[in-house]
T-cell receptor, first 115, second 114 residues
Framework: GAVVSQHPSWVICKSGTSVKIECRSL??????MFWYRQFPKQSLMLMAT?????????EQGVEKDKFLINHASLTLSTLTVTSAHPEDSSFYIC???????????FGPGTRLTVT | AQKVTQAQTEISVVEKEDVTLDCVYE???????LFWYKQPPSGELVFLIR????DEQNEISGRYSWNFQKSTSSFNFTITASQVVDSAVYFC???????????WGAGTKLIIKP
């Protein structure tokens, strides 16, 4: 299957700082990339959908000023958690797909801990 | 309403046993797509299968097989001769023509004991 990389795989930051997470589709051009958050023992919660060159579509309840998403190219999307707080600590996962109805290929996830 | 139900929260079997993970979905759309993903302890989600609503053929891939039945709105997943490496959380998911967003089941944690 297609490969999606995510960097960093884990990060610890202090409260109030910002963290950037990169998501890359390595062997295909992704029309759409998705950002999810997963809490322990739960399924994935979609945060936003991003299409290359356009603004991300955020899900209800997700603050777009706090979770900045940039989809600069067909192979790269970034999520920046601004002014992070301990409650932002979570497992963040990105995915990429060729078409809307296609399977999504997931990155390995980024575990964020805010102290 | 669109919904995916995985009623089995956790299943534990001994290695080499066969195990079936249930998935029941709800949608009024006639065109939809069903998926199974595996999430091992490492956390990375692995795509297993995609099936569209017009293809009710069952699928077999090695020890894995899927039974798609529109009459019961089910898309069950069977692992034959289970192995310890099959231990993971398995998610069933749905995309419909009216909402191109993965709708996830709650997941089934599968424990294979040696």
């Amino acid at each position: 299957g297609a490969v999606v990389s995510q960097h960093p795989s884990w990060v610890i930051c202090k409260s109030g700082t910002s963290v950037k997470i990169e998501c890359r589709s390595l062997d295909f051009q992704a029309t759409t990339m998705f950002w999810y958050r997963q809490f322990p023992k739960q399924s994935l919660m979609l945060m936003a959908t991003s299409n290359e060159g356009s603004k991300a579509t955020y899900e209800q309840g997700v603050e777009k000023d706090k979770f900045l998403i940039n989809h600069a190219s067909l192979t790269l999307s970034t999520l920046t958690v601004t002014s992070a707080h301990p409650e932002d600590s979570s497992f963040y996962i990105c995915s990429a797909s060729l078409r809307r109805e296609s399977e999504q290929y997931f990155g390995p996830g980024t575990r964020l801990t805010v102290t | 309403a669109q919904k995916v139900t995985q009623a089995q929260t956790e299943i534990s079997v001994v290695e080499k046993e066969d195990v079936t993970l249930d998935c029941v979905y709800e949608t009024r759309d006639t065109t939809y797509y069903l998926f199974w993903y595996k999430q091992p302890p490492s956390g990375e989600l692995v795509f297993l299968i995609r099936r569209n609503s017009f293809d009710e053929q069952n699928e077999i891939s090695g020890r894995y097989s899927w039974n798609f039945q529109k009459s019961t709105s089910s898309f069950n997943f069977t692992i034959t001769a289970s192995q310890v490496v099959d231990s993971a959380v398995y998610f069933c998911a749905l995309i419909t023509d009216s909402n191109y967003q993965l709708i996830w089941g709650a997941g089934t944690k599968l424990i294979i004991k040696p």
